[in-house]
Nanobody, 125 residues
């Protein structure tokens, strides 16, 4: 089981990025996929998650309306589209997979079984 996060970079405030989490060893339909981030000096924070099988999604309040999580079963990839980025979005972003499909449990890192490496997002002018 592997998760490969990509798509990070340096972007100006107000800009957009699309993060991708390519998974292998399982299908995105069988697991819930979450995105977390860790900013310097801060704890890891759940940003968004989705359960394709349940058709449910979650967004932390600070990104709601600016981010969209989606899945491509053919590519076995989950995306996090981030728009109107702010300096406070600067962090290392991680994707993770969980066998748990209960949305309320997917907001915490301990519910996840597999983690990918992070991708750096820097929002700065």
């Amino acid at each position: 089981v592997q998760l490969q996060a990509s798509g990070g970079g340096l972007v100006q405030p107000g800009g957009s990025l699309r993060l991708a989490c390519a998974v292998s060893g399982f299908t995105v339909d069988d697991y819930a996929i979450g995105w977390f981030r860790r900013a310097p000096g801060k704890e890891r924070e759940g940003v968004s998650c989705m359960s394709s099988r349940e058709g449910s999604t979650y967004y932390v309040a600070s990104v709601k309306g600016r981010c969209t999580i989606s899945g491509d079963n053919a590519k076995n990839t989950v995306y996090l589209q981030m728009n109107n980025l702010r300096p406070e979005d600067t962090a290392v972003y991680y994707c993770a997979a969980s066998r748990t499909l209960i949305l309320s449990q997917l907001r915490v890192p301990s519910s996840y079984d597999y983690w990918g490496q992070g991708t750096q997002v820097t929002v700065s002018s």
